[in-house]
Antibody, heavy 119, light 107 residues
Framework: QVQLQESGPGLVKPSGTLSLTCAVS?????????WSWVRQPPGKGLEWIGE???????NYNPSLKSRVTISVDKSKNQFSLKLSSVTAADTAVYYC????????????WGQGTMVTVSS | EIVLTQSPGTLSLSPGERATLSCRAS???????LAWYQQKPGQAPRLLIY???SRATGIPDRFSGSGSGTDFTLTISRLEPEDFAVYYC????????FGQGTKLEIK
């Protein structure tokens, strides 16, 4: 079965760039799925960041669009998130998730990785 | 952007009782692209319902979803101890947005 695993630095300095990778195992990133990033600040709700298809097509949350880049690396079967000009408000658990083939609801999630923005 | 408002914010019930959670959209959700997720502390969300009323793989039949347009409901027919968690609705017909969540706690 498909599994997702996030990785990246747990601490990022203010004004810097947050960079995370989601490795896809047990399946191909070139399957008919959209691949998303979702974040959750401590004690708060879920926020969708954006998504990518294996072709490279992307969609972003309008509120984050100016700072977000999502890319795909088919050779490594993974996709990545870059969020620039970070502040303390970007401190959150970051999840990667798969849009279901049949429907686009998020049927598979990574375990999440905590990223803290602090000097 | 479609804004989803969930109510109540917190629901206090006992095991065996019926839970009814509401999700209201600021505009119509196309093709009933509405999902429900369950999240327990320290865990990633889990998909329960997609397409407003279809149960995801492995989800017990005590969970059911209904609604269309702007009003959607998640019903848990008989609460089990493991059902106490936070529940989120999500629309994915126009971009993707989540509701703010409903915490289901033990009374």
């Amino acid at each position: 079965q498909v599994q997702l695993q996030e990785s990246g630095p747990g601490l990022v300095k203010p004004s810097g760039t947050l960079s995370l990778t989601c490795a896809v195992s047990g399946g191909s990133i070139s399957s008919s799925n959209w691949w998303s990033w979702v974040r959750q600040p401590p004690g708060k709700g879920l926020e969708w960041i954006g998504e990518i298809y294996h072709s490279g097509s992307t969609n972003y949350n309008p509120s984050l669009k100016s700072r977000v880049t999502i890319s795909v690396d088919k050779s490594k079967n993974q996709f990545s998130l870059k969020l620039s000009s970070v502040t303390a408000a970007d401190t959150a658990v970051y999840y990667c998730a798969r849009g279901a083939t049949y429907d686009d609801a998020f049927d598979i999630w990574g375990q999440g990785t905590m990223v803290t923005v602090s000097s | 952007e479609i804004v989803l408002t969930q109510s109540p914010g917190t629901l206090s019930l006992s095991p065996g009782e019926r839970a009814t959670l509401s999700c209201r959209a600021s505009q119509s959700v196309s093709s009933s692209y509405l999902a429900w997720y369950q999240q327990k502390p320290g865990q990633a969300p889990r998909l329960l319902i997609y397409g407003a009323s279809s149960r995801a793989t492995g989800i017990p039949d005590r969970f059911s979803g209904s609604g269309s347009g702007t009003d959607f409901t998640l019903t848990i027919s008989r609460l089990e101890p493991e059902d106490f968690a936070v529940y989120y609705c999500q629309q994915y017909g126009s971009s993707r947005t989540f509701g703010q969540g409903t915490k289901l706690e033990i009374k």
